[in-house]
Structures are given as C-alpha cells and as structure tokens.
Nanobody, 124 residues
Framework: QVQLVESGGGLVQAGGSLRLSCAASGRTFSSYAMGWFRQAPGKERDIVAAISRYDTNTYYADSVKGRFTISRDNAKNTVYLQMNSLKPEDTAVYYC?????????????????WGQGTQVTVSS
C-alpha cells in the first residue's frame, strides 16, 4: 500500500507556472506507475499526465501537451508535474495517483491509490 500527499498548488496568473509535487510513503515507490489527474467543479476527473515505473514512458492529455511535464525521482519517492503557460481552463483540483502496474494508465479506474488533491487556480 502507498500513501500520497500532493503539494504546490495555489493561485497564479495566466501565463505563469506552478510545480506540483506528490510524495509517496513506503519503500516500493518504483513499483508503481503514476499519474496526475484534475477535476474541475461539475466535471469528471480526467487524466493530465502519466509516467511509467522507471520514467521510460510518459503520456500527456492533448490539452496540456507542450506546457506540462511529468517526472519522477524514485530515490525521493516523489512525482512532479511542472506546469507552464497556465491558462484559466487549467483551474481544478489536481490529484496524484498510483497504479500497481508498470505501464501507463489513462483512466481513473486504472489507479489504486489517490492523494487528497491540491487546488490550482489560474486567474485571467
């Protein structure tokens, strides 16, 4: 089992940047493929980015491609989401998730563990 804690959210102006971090408990962090999701009010929780166990494969939603970067540091049990050129439509609660498989997961049902979420608000 793994526990996930997100940090780094906040209020930023359009065009700005934020870096989200997700710290995982336990000694088997490298066993999990990881993902970042987001959920705006009244909308479903959608995939933003995903990364495989050893950083060999990544995935990005079309809406964030070229602006966001997912990375992980297995030695620090942490996964990151660097968000640049933020837009008001990026406003949402961002969740970190882990799945007990090596490959990428693209839907929330493919993930086993979730953090509590961190709010990102982008003002215009």
């Amino acid at each position: 089992q793994v526990q996930l804690v997100e940090s780094g959210g906040g209020l930023v102006q359009a065009g700005g940047s934020l870096r989200l971090s997700c710290a995982a408990s336990g000694r088997t962090f490298s066993s999990y493929a990881m993902g970042w999701f987001r959920q705006a009010p009244g909308k479903e929780r959608d995939i933003v980015a995903a990364i495989s166990r050893y950083d060999t494969n990544t995935y990005y939603a079309d809406s964030v491609k070229g602006r966001f970067t997912i990375s992980r540091d297995n030695a620090k049990n942490t996964v990151y989401l660097q968000m640049n050129s933020l837009k008001p439509e990026d406003t949402a609660v961002y969740y970190c998730a882990a799945r007990t498989y090596s490959g990428l997961g693209y839907h929330s049902r493919e993930y086993n563990y979730w953090g509590q979420g961190t709010q990102v608000t982008v003002s215009s």
